[in-house]
């Protein structure tokens, strides 16, 4: 089932950013939000997880309508924010415990699946430090074990490759890829559209506050008129 968007018309103080979005976000799909700085991406993501009041529209999740069942939907999804959201006074594996019981996911059956985690982004052994003793990529990657970590039918991650090195980039792909294949559904916002074309199934344009453009990245490249390997060229 996945992610349905119908008609989402989001924005700020009564004026709309974007409107009349009408996506999906099918089980097993990586679909990747695309635009120009102030785009909406963001704005898009933050209805899609349900933390602002959409001006029109109805997001639902596996057939959970975020209006009617706000509960089933949130617990469903997984977020990964621009910016890493970490307490100060927390330790590493505490922020990973906190973020198994906010989903009512029992820590035992999870702990594997945060120990492998951890090594792939090479955090092992760095489970009693503190956020303060983290890089700014570290934090970045603590965010993505936490969000891995979960069973979740969609993952939501805004520009996740900011901070992160080529090492950790490949990873991450890596790990959509197998998520996707596992059955969850992913939407991702990102500027790397190269990189992004070998791994998405499909790109959501927003342009002038609407959806341009949904479809396959070969489907884009020719839509604009552009070779598949230059698709970092579609807003110059
Ligand atoms: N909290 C806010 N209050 C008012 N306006 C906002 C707020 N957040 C964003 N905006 C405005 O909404 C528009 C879309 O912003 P948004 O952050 O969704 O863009 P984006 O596509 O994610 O951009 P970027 O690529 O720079 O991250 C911009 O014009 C921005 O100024």
Do not use: C
Not at 5 to 11: F, K, R, V, Y
Not at 42 to 58: D, E, F, N, W
Not at 120 to 130: C, I, M, Q, S, T
Not at 148 to 160: R, W, Y
């Amino acid at each position: 089932m996945g992610l349905q968007i119908d008609n989402l018309t989001a924005g700020y103080a009564g004026q709309a950013v974007v409107n009349n979005l009408t996506f999906t976000v099918s089980t097993g799909q990586i679909v990747a939000l695309i635009g120009l700085n102030g785009a909406g991406k963001s704005t898009t993501l933050k209805q899609v997880i349900g933390l602002r009041q959409p001006q029109a529209g109805r997001l639902s999740l596996d057939g959970h309508d975020l209006e009617k069942e706000p509960a089933a939907y949130k617990a469903a999804l997984a977020y990964i924010p621009e910016q890493p959201v970490l307490y100060d006074e927390l330790t590493l594996a505490e922020h990973l415990h906190l973020m198994l019981a906010a989903h009512g996911q029992d820590d035992g059956a999870h702990w594997q699946r945060v120990t492998s985690l951890l090594t792939v982004f090479r955090l092992n052994g760095k489970e009693h430090w503190l956020p303060i003793h983290f890089s700014k990529g570290m934090k970045q990657k603590v965010m993505l074990v936490a969000a891995f970590s979960l069973d979740t039918s969609l993952l939501v991650i805004d520009e996740p490759f900011l901070g992160l090195d080529v090492l950790a980039q490949k990873q991450l792909i890596t790990l959509m890829k197998e998520r996707a294949k596992e059955g969850t559904a992913v939407l991702l916002t990102t500027h790397l559209l190269q990189q992004a074309a070998a791994y998405v199934d499909d790109f959501a344009l927003l342009e002038d506050g609407q959806l341009s453009f949904f479809g396959k990245p070969s489907e884009l490249a020719a839509d604009r008129g552009l070779s598949e390997n230059d698709l970092d060229a579609l807003f110059s």
